[in-house]
C-alpha cells in the first residue's frame, strides 16, 4: 500500500516528530510504501493568490475557482502543487498530521488543502446540475482512498468531551473529516488523537507509541466513520438537507450525517 503523510509541525523534534517516526517506522515495517510531505521543511507556501496562476494575465480579475480548474485542466498550476496533487493520487491512505492549534490545524496545512484541492481535482467534480450537486461526500477524484489524522492536543480527553468546555473532539474535527476529506472521496478512518500531549513523558510516550503502531498495522481493516453518501439516496435534491424521515430523535448537527447511529 501507498501512503501519504502530510505533516505540519514546524519543529522536526517535537512530540509530533517523534509520532511521524513512529508512524513511518510502522508502516515501512508492514511494507508498505511512504511519502511525507514535511510542509514547514518544503517551505510550503500557506496562502492562495496571484502566483498561484501562472496562466493569469496581471489585468484579469483573479476569481480563483474559476482558475482554479482553467488551469488545472490545462496543467498550468504551479509545481509545488502539481507534486502534492500527484502524491494524493499515488497514495492509497492519506495521512494528515498536526498539533491541534485554535481547534483546527495548523494555517500552513489549511494552506496546503487551499492550494493543492484544485477546481476539478477535490471539487468542481461531476455532473453539477438541478438534479446532482457534482460527486463529493463520498464520491470523487480520492473515492476508494482511505484519510486519517493524527492529532496531539495540549487538552485533557475529558475537555474533549461530550460534556467538556472544548466541545467533543468529533465535532471539532467534522469540518476536516467530513468537509476536507470525505467531500473529495476519502473513506474516513477514525483519528488517532495524543490527549494532553505537553505533559507527555517516557512512560506516555510508550504507551502512545504503541497505540500509534497498532492503528497503523490495522489501518486497511479499520472500520470508517460511516458518514452518509451525498449521492446514495438520503438526501433531498436540491436542498441537500437529510430527509426527515431519516432524523432520528434526539439526533441533532453533524451527527445527522452519521448512518445507523441507533441501530
Ligand atoms: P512538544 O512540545 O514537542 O512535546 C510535548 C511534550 O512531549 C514535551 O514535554 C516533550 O518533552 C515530550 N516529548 C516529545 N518527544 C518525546 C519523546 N520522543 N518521548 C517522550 N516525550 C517526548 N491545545 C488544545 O488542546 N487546543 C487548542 O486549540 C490549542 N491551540 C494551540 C495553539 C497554538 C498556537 C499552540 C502553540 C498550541 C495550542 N495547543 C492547543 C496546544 C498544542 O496542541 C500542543 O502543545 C501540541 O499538541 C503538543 O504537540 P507538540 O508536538 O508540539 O509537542
Redesign the pocket.
Known sequence: MNVLIVFA?P?RQ?????LLDVAVSALHAQGHQVQVSDLYAMNWKATVDRDDFPGLKTTDRLKVAAESSKEFTARTLTDDVKAEQEKLLWADTVILQF?????TMPAILKGWVDRVYACGFAYGVGEHSDSRWGDRYGEGVMAGKRAMLIV????WPE?YSARGI?GPINDLLFPIHHGILFYPGFTVLPPFVAYR??????A??ALLERDLRMRMSALTETPPIAYRQQNGGDYQIPTMQLLPNLEEPGVTGFALHLQNRNK
Open positions: 509541525h519543529e517535537s512530540l509530533n516528530g517523534a498539533p491541534l492549534w485554535w481547534f496531539t492536543t495540549g487538552g475537555h472544548n500531549a505537553d505533559r507527555t513523558d517516557d506516555k510516550f
